[in-house]
């Protein structure tokens, strides 16, 4: 209750200082609450504009290493390196990140999580923090993942270092082995100026898939999708290719 006391603190301090989010999110994934105490891992994911439209050709790349310090509590080291259409590849951040696991909500069986990143802004990008709800259901074969996402520069001019906030969401089955089928989605709800009006998203299939090769401590994770874009987001990009690859080892 002390941990989510301190969490709740800090997330209304977030949403209190109150501009966008890097849509279209590219450098977003949607994460589990779950936490593994003495797991090391390292992730690379991949996120490309394509189809056409104001954006298309835009790349981001993110690396990620997180390790499991206890059973609730992971702390994670990330960088992104992007370009816009045309332009050139360059890092724009660096920064630090914790999920703390909470627990599964009585009788509805839904596994919650928080996480926290600070982001250390590099050639001319704002620094920023972030603030995630991380929802997680689990039936049988069967995962739902839902993140719920406030987003706030902390070096923006005056006036336009306003809070956004946005969502993303999956929904997979495990159809043979270590293989999921399903569909994910990014989006955003607007921010302290516009909120639920006219906002876009990208949704499209989702394919994960889990496993050891022969002889190794090393478990590979690979995630990919193709995500159209909906509404207001049509005019930026036809659609995303999205492609995640993680190494995860116990210590």
């Given at each position: 209750m002390n941990r989510l006391m301190a969490w709740a603190a800090a997330g209304f301090v977030l949403m209190?200082?109150?501009g966008a989010l890097a849509d279209p999110r590219l450098d977003e994934k949607v994460y589990a609450p779950y936490v593994q105490k003495g797991v090391g891992e390292f992730e690379l994911r991949e996120g490309g504009e394509v189809g056409g439209g104001a954006l298309s050709g835009a790349a981001t790349?993110?690396?990620e290493t997180e390790y499991g310090v206890s059973d609730h509590l992971s702390l994670a080291v990330v960088g992104v390196?992007?370009?816009a259409p045309g332009g050139p590849t360059k890092m724009t951040a660096i920064?630090?990140?914790?999920?703390?696991y909470l627990g599964q909500i009585p009788r509805i069986g839904v596994?919650?999580?928080?996480y926290l990143e600070y982001s250390r802004g590099l050639?001319?990008?704002?620094?920023?923090?972030e603030g995630k709800l991380l929802l997680a259901k689990r039936a049988g074969r069967f995962e739902g993942l839902l993140n719920l996402i406030v987003e706030k520069p902390l070096s923006a001019p005056t006036g336009e270092g306003i809070a956004s906030y946005g969502y993303a969401a999956s929904a997979t089955w495990r159809v043979f082995g270590h293989l999921r089928l399903g569909a994910e989605t990014f989006g955003d709800f607007g921010d302290d100026h516009v909120f639920l009006k006219a906002q876009g998203a990208y949704l499209g299939p989702q394919v994960k898939w889990s496993g050891h090769p022969?002889?190794?401590?090393?478990e590979i994770e690979i995630d990919a999708g193709w995500l159209a874009s909906v509404g207001a987001d049509r005019a930026e990009s036809r659609g995303q290719l999205r492609l995640g690859v993680e190494l995860e080892r116990r210590f």
């Open positions: 209190a200082a109150g790349t993110v690396w390196i992007a370009n920064g630090l990140e914790a999920v703390d596994d919650t999580g928080l050639n001319g990008q704002d620094d920023k923090v022969r002889g190794s401590p090393v």
